[in-house]
Nanobody
């Protein structure tokens, strides 16, 4: 497994923006999605956004229109641009890889992201009102 290293988290006020990055040096699997998930204390993890090798992206309804997932051509760098943040977005955000298309399209990834692929160590995002 290629190590996933997240960065870019921080503290912002509601309405602010952050851009998360994930370094996945050497990641080459074009048949899988990569993505982001998040977890708040006391809550289950939830899938946030995913992207395939061709750039097709899908989003959790809670972030659609505010967050944008992207990647570079090598898939070794994954990004999550987060705009118009609100306190409900406060969580630890994790980069994820080896996400099967079956899990993404069936909904399994969105409800149980912990069951699919593997994660990095995460980066904390805190949004104050």
């Amino acid at each position: 497994q290629v190590p996933l290293v997240e960065s870019g988290g921080g503290s912002v006020q509601a309405g602010g923006s952050l851009r998360l990055s994930c370094a996945a040096s050497g990641y080459q699997y074009k048949n899988y999605f990569m993505g982001w998930l998040r977890q708040s204390p006391g809550k289950k993890p939830e899938g946030v956004a995913v992207i395939d090798a061709e750039g097709f992206a899908m989003y959790n309804e809670a972030v659609k229109g505010r967050f944008t997932i992207s990647q570079d051509n090598t898939r070794e760098n994954l990004y999550l641009q987060m705009n118009n943040l609100n306190p409900e977005d406060t969580a630890r955000y994790f980069c994820a890889a080896d996400l099967s298309p079956g899990a993404v399209y069936s909904g399994t990834y969105w409800s149980r992201p912990e069951s699919e692929g593997y994660w990095g160590q995460g980066t904390q995002v805190t949004v104050s009102s």
